[in-house]
């Protein structure tokens, strides 16, 4: 037999013999809960101040102006700060200030503590007056109702504040602005946030044009002397090239903000992280001194917030994660784990069905083939006929009571509402600044914050609390637009406009968050409330036939999963036709394609990923409920460990097996390896499962499906030796304690 071998855990393991130490470690993070908390304390006779959690490490020298001089991973020693930047840039009424920073620093290459007593502050510069510590406040409310990971929201740690008042000249003409700096950390996790806050207590009405919220001298772990970051011009925000990522790859910096749109993942929905040169530092090894040293964080257009007296500003917030691998799957696991703890309402999982009608017929229908098979929630799908922006009373009457009948047999409902790629009619479209006409990415789009807009969301609100609406999939949702119109009541013009929209469609999902409403958006808005959004797959390949279409949904799963947990992405299960393919991509009739239906089930359920199953009903016959009732109460019978994170073991191929292993050390049920066949011969290997992550370290008791146990000895790179046998075109599972 074939053995199939996995080398990385015992190199993640001894990760620190090639790092250097600053203090012992606390234990891996992803596997031990860290208890320690986060501590902020004064050092050098009040000359510097120090946020720590004990897995990472930030510290400002505040004499005579605040600055961050060190960013440290305390598990590997590892630094990350070069040289010292201003803490913020913001541009007010045309004019750019630096927040806090010193000037005098010889050599941008590093940063010695003793160059530190003889560095100045910038007299242009906003100056710090003091600081606050707190606890962390939560960012909006969350009202828990539904099934998920039992995570303290707002999660523990500890926030500092650091408040500026601005350079004397425009301190003259705006007496009583306050610009602060606010860092909050985390218990357990290595992540910092950071965002600024503007209070105008003058007389007069400021403009905010630009703002940098984050300013890092990052150490470079990589340097070339001929090789630079591709200089091609980004088309869009969103454009990755691939050499870009070849080149920041070596960093072990995570970044990302709240202020996403236009994407399903993180790198896709990015807009505020920047890397560019640096022009200070000119001892740099690239030869035209082009390499991307400098990490910022900025608004990608605007603010231009308009800020009148009395009030107060906020920007967005970006989130440090420090890593300390380059294991791709360790950065993954990082990034997961981060999620469930920032946003906890990402671990509800709940098993829905995409109804194709919303009839009160059919509504009923489903609600009762859902209480029987154990489903939770129905969503009334696109092309159901559901209108979510209706404000007619005796629709939402009718629509109320078949909630109501829903919610009796235990069943969430709510429905489908398209936002974007759809014209509100040419006065309250979005302006193309180019053309003077209506145009947006997606073709056409209404402003957010036009009349339209208001009505809009009004009526979404309404319609929720009207019917006791559970859900809301909102497709289509903001995905960047500017506007050039003067004539929208939510903003002056180009320059704000992308800010206002951002800001309206981020309250609304907090507002849904608060009023526990299940949120299905197809962008990356989790930092904002949303519960999950797309794994990720092209439309069109649900049209394949649909043996292609099961190889191409377990793809989607693995490479879905890398920095998604299994309850962040939905996938898709064509019940009737989906962009076309004929009877041969139809699982419908369902009890004579049940073969197919039951893959399908088995491979999402068995990765703990909820599937948009759409179509009117979920069986058309009892042995089709039978088959659907079985995988779920596997789902529901091994919930816990199937909601938790992914070690990917082998990407399908259709041509050997293929397969994933849940991991969580915290739980009775430490492993799950769920293993496909996708051929039609038997497959008989020796698998190397690797368990570090599962928190074993000598032995593992492992049996298959509802077996036996049998126990296993770890070998040094905390794998076990499996033999298996999968029949073709099949799977099979091991639970491991």
Request: glycine fraction near 8%; aromatic fraction near 12%; hydrophobic fraction near 35%.
């Amino acid at each position: 037999m074939k053995s199939i071998f996995f080398a990385f855990p015992l190199a993640l393991f001894f990760i620190h013999a090639v790092d250097c130490f600053s203090q012992p470690s606390l234990g891996d993070w992803l596997i031990q809960t860290i208890a320690d908390p986060v501590r902020i304390e004064e050092q050098v006779g009040g000359k510097e101040l120090v946020i720590s959690n004990g897995l990472i490490a930030r510290t400002f020298r505040m004499e005579p102006n605040l600055a961050s001089i060190s960013f440290q991973n305390r598990q590997t020693g590892e630094e990350f700060i070069r040289g010292v930047k201003p803490e913020a840039l913001i541009a007010i009424d045309g004019r750019d200030y630096p927040v806090g920073g010193l000037l005098g620093q010889p050599d941008y290459g590093y940063l010695a503590p003793e160059w530190l007593d003889s560095m100045t502050s910038d007299p242009a510069a906003f100056q710090l007056t003091g600081y606050s510590i707190g606890d962390i406040a939560p960012r909006f409310a969350w009202k828990r109702k539904r099934y998920g990971e039992d995570r303290p929201w707002p999660p523990l740690g500890k926030s500092v504040s650091f408040h500026f008042t601005p350079p004397q000249a425009l301190q003259d003409s705006n007496p009583g602005l306050i610009l602060s700096v606010h860092y909050e950390m985390y218990q357990g996790i290595p992540v910092l946030a950071k965002w600024a806050t503007i209070d105008n207590g003058s007389e007069k009405n400021i403009v905010i044009d630009r703002l940098t919220v984050e300013m890092l001298a990052v150490m470079e772990r990589v340097s070339e002397v001929n090789l630079a970051r591709s200089t091609k011009p980004r088309l869009h925000q969103n454009y990755i090239d691939p050499n870009d990522l070849a080149e920041m790859s070596d960093l072990r910096i995570h970044v990302q903000s709240d202020y996403t749109f236009c994407g399903g993942s993180y790198l896709s929905s990015d807009q505020t992280t920047f890397w560019t040169p640096d022009d200070q530092y000119q001892t740099q090894v690239n030869y035209d001194r082009t390499w991307p040293h400098l990490l910022t964080c900025r608004y990608p257009y605007g603010p231009a917030a308009s800020l009148p007296p009395g009030e107060a500003f906020t920007s967005f917030r970006t989130y440090e994660l420090l890593h300390d691998s380059d294991d791709r799957e360790r950065r993954g696991l990082a990034v997961r784990r981060m999620h469930r703890v920032l946003t906890p309402w990402c671990t509800e999982n709940p098993l829905m069905l995409h109804l194709r009608y919303s009839d009160s017929e059919s509504i009923r229908r489903a609600v009762d083939q859902c209480a029987e098979t154990g489903f939770e929630m129905i969503i009334l799908s696109f092309g159901s006929g559901v209108n979510m922006e209706s404000d007619d009373p005796q629709y939402m009457e009718r629509l109320k009571a078949d909630f109501d009948y829903a919610h009796s047999r235990g069943i969430e409902i709510g429905g489908y509402s398209l936002l974007a790629s759809r014209s509100a009619g040419p006065d309250y479209n979005v302006i193309d600044p180019n053309t003077g006409e209506p145009g947006a990415y997606f073709g056409q789009s209404p402003c957010l914050v036009s009349e339209w807009g208001e009505r809009y969301f009004k009526n979404l609100k309404n319609f929720i609390l009207q019917t006791g609406c559970d859900i809301l999939e909102h497709d289509g949702s903001y995905p960047g637009d500017v506007c050039a119109s003067t004539r929208h009541k939510g903003h002056r013009g180009l320059e704000d406009s992308q800010w206002a929209q951002f800001r309206k469609i981020s309250e609304f999902y907090h507002w849904c968050r608060e009023n526990g409403v299940y949120l299905n958006v197809p962008d990356y808005y989790f930092l904002n409330g949303a519960n999950k959004t797309a794994m990720g797959y092209r439309e069109t390949n649900w049209s394949l036939p649909r043996e292609r279409q099961i190889i191409h949904g377990r793809q989607n799963i693995y490479d879905g999963t890398w920095f998604k947990t299994p309850s962040m992405g939905w996938m898709f299960v064509p019940l009737v036709e989906y962009h076309g393919g004929g009877a041969a991509a139809t699982i419908e009739p369902l009890r004579e394609h049940l073969d197919t239906y039951e893959a399908f089930l088995a491979q999402n359920l068995g990765s703990g990923v909820q599937a948009c199953y759409r179509g009117p009903r979920l069986y058309d016959a009892d042995e089709t409920k039978a088959v659907v009732k079985r995988w779920v109460n596997f789902y529901k019978n091994y919930r816990p460990i199937l909601d938790s994170d992914i070690i990917h073991l082998c990407r399908p191929d259709g041509r050997d097996w293929d397969g994933i292993l849940h991991v969580n050390p915290q739980l009775k049920t430490r492993g799950f390896a769920m293993l496909f066949n996708p051929s039609k011969e038997v497959i008989e290997r020796t698998i190397a499962l690797p368990l570090y992550y599962a928190g074993l370290t000598d032995v593992a008791r492992v049996r298959e499906k509802e077996g036996e146990f049998a126990e296993y000895t770890l070998d040094r790179e905390y794998r076990i030796e499996l033999p298996v046998r999968i029949d073709p075109q099949s799977w099979t599972w091991f639970v491991i304690e």
